[in-house]
């Protein structure tokens, strides 16, 4: 592998530091990533030069704030291959963007209608759909792929004439699988269902590329992809954002205004109701630059390669049970017979190696898989492989240590 993590980890300030005196292993990517410099720089940047209003260009500053905001709109839309800026609406992140869809479809929806999600949902996108079924007697029924994200017979008999609006993850948070999701979106568009794809854990990694996907909505979060937290995206094809009621009205989103009534904006700031999270915008932008600027195929197979090494250290293990795949996967999810994640998490964290554990909000595919949670090391373009050695050392240790108590 000629990719060299060590040269980008200088961008990563953050990770140099040490965590109960050893240093520090950052392996809860999935969670939230690090930032890099360049995005640090341009919110500070913002701050120091530019902070203003916008939209509201009657001075020097507002009109840098609005251009600066709206040129972010415009690297989104690059970013994901969208065909205008108009297509990009901002929101506080992917959980965020899920809740205006179910907010915005609410009057399109009958009694006994279906909104199919899949078995490997994350409660973002599961809750919000769930709510919207108990608000209108919508039918929400569940897609039963398997475990390793792959296609039951029985799947294409859930896709039928009822089917209202089809939402998937592309890539699983708990376990790290990818959606059969062209299979899915093809089966769900036969129908003339209302597609969304939850891309939270794809966009850090994968290019994403919503022309081709051919979803009527695309979302996710900035704070997964290098980017900051409270900002997120919503894609939308024109025709699926006009459908949707704006989840919260006020100033922005208007044209017109009376005592009587309202006339609303033109997409895309016609679901964008109040000052914006400019700072957000602006910071998230720089990530798309800093992950285009990237030799990309390497990135990701050098984050692959971390997490299939990870899993070939560890399948030896008698007491380790794995849930992520081997390969093209990007994290490892595994549990121990007998030693509560949580356990191992805490050695873990003494020993300066951050992961996660628990139900990654995954609560209804940990009840299927049979376990309360599972123990997730996830991996980003700056971690080495010394660290992946470690997180496998330790645990071995953890598990000697926490085995025998
Ligand atoms: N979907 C998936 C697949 C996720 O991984 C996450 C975050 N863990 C979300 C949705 C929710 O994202 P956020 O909390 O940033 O809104």
Redesign the pocket.
């Given at each position: 592998m000629t990719f060299d993590p060590l040269s980008i980890r200088s961008s990563f300030p953050i990770l140099n530091q040490m965590a109960h005196g050893h240093s520090l292993a950052y392996l809860d990517n999935?969670?939230t990533t690090q930032k890099p410099l360049c995005v640090l720089d341009a919110i500070q940047d913002y701050y120091r030069n530019t902070n203003a209003n916008v939209h509201r260009g009657a001075h020097f500053l507002s009109v840098r704030a609005t251009n600066q905001f709206e040129g972010a709109r415009d690297t989104i839309a690059r970013f994901i291959n969208a065909p205008t800026q108009s297509h990009v609406i901002w929101t506080k992140?992917?959980?965020?963007a899920i809740n205006m869809v179910t907010y915005g479809l609410e009057h399109l929806l009958e009694k006994n209608d279906e909104i199919l999600i899949t078995s490997l949902e994350?409660h973002?996108?599961l809750v919000p759909w769930q709510q919207l079924a108990s608000r209108t007697g919508a039918v929400l029924r569940i897609l039963p792929l398997e475990a390793n994200g792959q296609w039951k017979a029985e799947c294409e008999s859930y896709f039928t004439q009822k089917t209202r609006i089809f939402a998937a993850?592309q890539v699983s948070?708990a376990i790290g699988v990818s959606t059969p999701l062209q299979t899915m979106l093809s089966l769900a568009k036969e129908q003339g269902a209302m597609t969304l794809v939850?891309g939270?854990?794809v966009v850090a990694h994968y290019p994403v590329d919503v022309e081709t996907l051919d979803c009527d909505f695309y979302v996710f979060?900035g704070?997964?992809m290098y980017g900051p937290t409270g900002i997120?995206v919503l894609y939308g094809k024109i025709p699926a954002l006009e459908a949707l009621t704006p989840y919260q009205t006020g100033g922005e989103m208007v044209r017109k205004v009376s005592y009587q009534a309202t006339e609303f904006n033109d997409l895309p700031y016609r679901l964008e109701a109040g000052t914006p999270n400019i700072e957000g915008a602006i910071g998230l932008a720089a990530a798309c630059n800093f992950l285009t600027e990237q030799d990309r195929p390497a990135l990701l197979a050098w984050e692959q390669s971390l997490a299939t090494y990870t899993y070939k250290r560890l399948k030896s293990e008698k007491s380790i049970i794995l849930y992520s795949p081997e390969t093209n996967t990007t994290l490892v999810s595994l549990s121990v017979s007998n030693i509560h994640t949580m356990d191992l998490n805490a050695y873990l964290d003494s020993q300066g190696i951050g992961v996660r554990s628990g139900s990654h909000?995954a609560q209804p595919l940990m009840t299927e898989l049979g376990i309360e949670g599972t123990l997730r090391a996830s991996f980003a373009c700056y971690n080495t492989i010394e660290e992946a050695n470690r997180f496998c050392d330790v645990l071995i240790e953890a598990i000697d240590i926490l085995g025998d108590e």
């Open positions: 999935a969670a992140g992917t959980t965020e994350h973002a996108n993850t948070n939850d939270a854990q979060s704070h997964k997120g909000c």
